[in-house]
């Protein structure tokens, strides 16, 4: 999935947000990252997936598919980095 383009909506003084965009980062994962404090198209579309919550990190991958809060274990799993633990 390296190659392909995941979006990833946050804030920059979340932790969890945080935690995700290591994890990408250290597996070289390429994503936009796009800060829902300062993009308002980005945190409409975060509250609307959410039930108007701000329910951040929201990832969107390629095949349509989206993950909110995710632990490190159901993202790698997404990604295909974890083994079938």
């Known amino acids: 999935m390296k190659d392909t383009l995941i979006i990833m ?3 920059s ?3 969890h947000t945080r935690r995700s965009r290591k994890l990408l980062e250290e597996y070289q994962v390429p994503y ?4 829902i404090d300062i993009n308002l198209d980005g945190r ?3 509250e609307s997936i959410n039930h108007g919550m701000r329910s951040v990190p929201t990832i969107v ?3 349509g598919t989206i993950l909110v809060e995710p ?3 159901e993202l ?3 990604l295909g ?3 079938n633990d």
């Open 9 to 11: 909506y946050g804030t």
């Open 13 to 15: 003084w979340c932790g």
């Open 32 to 35: 936009t990252w796009i800060d």
């Open 44 to 46: 409409r579309f975060v």
């Open 61 to 63: 991958f390629p095949d």
């Open 71 to 73: 632990s490190d274990r």
């Open 76 to 78: 790698t799993r997404k």
């Open 81 to 83: 980095l974890a083994g």
